[in-house]
């Protein structure tokens, strides 16, 4: 299973889909881009550098980190297409790069992203945890 970024907010949060996350935390990969986005949230909400640190420690060492090599990117151009043509009919946000990375990573590692974004629900490559 790749785990993404919402999957370890989730986590850290100690909710009950972070609950849900600590089961498929064996043998997950993520992505690195999952670093930076969870980053970026601790810091916009105030946490402090070392606690943000602490957690992207926590996350490289019960996942597989995979870097983005061509092969992703290529794949992340046609998953963002994908995305941005679901986001559309119904009515959702634009997808992020961030997202496309995802899934075309998990499209490429042959698994499945573990998320409660909305982006991913249904697809056959996602297990949605959502509500």
């Known amino acids: 299973m790749l785990l ?19 089961g498929y935390m064996a043998n997950s990969t ?3 881009i999952v670093l930076a986005e969870v980053s970026r949230k601790y810091a916009r909400e105030g946490f402090r550098e070392n606690e943000i640190r602490r957690r992207l420690m926590f996350i490289a060492s019960r996942s597989i980190l995979k870097e983005i ?3 992703i990117a290529l794949e992340a ?3 963002y297409k994908d995305l941005a043509q679901k986001a559309k009919k119904q009515r959702l946000r634009s997808p992020s790069l961030a997202d496309a990375i995802v899934l075309a990573t998990a499209r490429t590692e042959g698994v499945k992203v573990v998320t409660g974004d ?8 996602a297990e949605y945890i959502g509500d």
């Open 4 to 22: 993404d970024s919402y999957a370890w907010i989730e986590y850290f949060a100690g909710s009950g889909l972070g609950g849900r996350v600590k």
């Open 30 to 32: 993520s992505p690195t």
């Open 118 to 125: 909305e982006h991913f629900k249904g697809l056959s490559e």
């Open 69 to 71: 090599t061509v092969d």
């Open 77 to 79: 151009a046609k998953a």
